[in-house]
């Protein structure tokens, strides 16, 4: 745990116990150095989830700044905590004024009350369906917001031990293309098709950042999850299966699973 995560706790009295949140947090924070998030600026984060990125950005926005936070899930969604009890111990906590939780909220009609020095979308773009739908938020945000800070698990990895992260995230990208589920992997997308996405929706100048990831839990977690869906592609066409099949029998050779990195486009 960082400096920056002790001062936090110590502040904010979030995430006491919570040794995962805490690893979670310190990777949020290098996310956001690489935005550029300053004191005073108003944020729109789409996509917030339990508010991971949340806390991060309010804290960095001061007691002047704001931000509002987004998520088209309902409250009962998520684990262990679900969305709104994760929101109710931030909204209790000093940042609470700072925030504003909105969920069951549809980014794509979501109709903003004043304007956003920026927004963010930071690990949500792979429970999107389809990347026509990402492409429309993307061309809305244009209109709300000068800047665009997207982070995501970068595929592109550079050390053998996250081949296992890898391996896991596309079978799970695999299930969810035969069989209907709101898991956290409906699509798998890359730096390059991300800022094409972008340059579609009119943004013309890109910072790319990539941000270390190998200590944190979710290579795991995925492994996990990959694990326990596997023996569901006995009913996948036989190619998918062929395919499965190989990337399992990979993922079972790797001896050591750390976290994919994260990359970051900040766009304009």
Known sequence: ????????????????????????????????????????????????????????LADLVGEEGSVVAIDIANGSYGAPLTLAQAHTKILSSPLGSRITFRLETDFATFKPVGTFDAIIFSHCSWYFHDQKQLGNYFAKAKKLAPILFFAEWDMNYTKESQRGHFLAVSLIALHSQFVENDGNIQQVLDRTQ???????????????????ATYLQDGKWEKSYADYIYPLFQSAPPLIQSLSATYYNMLLSSTTIKSLNSFVIVAR
């Open 194 to 212: 991300i800022e094409l996405l972008l340059k579609n929706a009119h943004y013309t100048n890109f910072e790319h950042h990539t941000v270390d």
């Open 1 to 56: 745990m960082n400096k920056q995560v002790q001062q936090f706790i110590k502040k904010y009295k979030l995430f006491e116990d919570d040794l995962d949140q805490q690893t979670q947090l310190q990777h949020r924070y290098e996310l956001a150095k690489t935005f550029g998030v300053r004191q005073g600026m108003r944020l729109l984060e789409v996509g917030c989830g339990q508010g991971d990125t949340t806390v991060v």
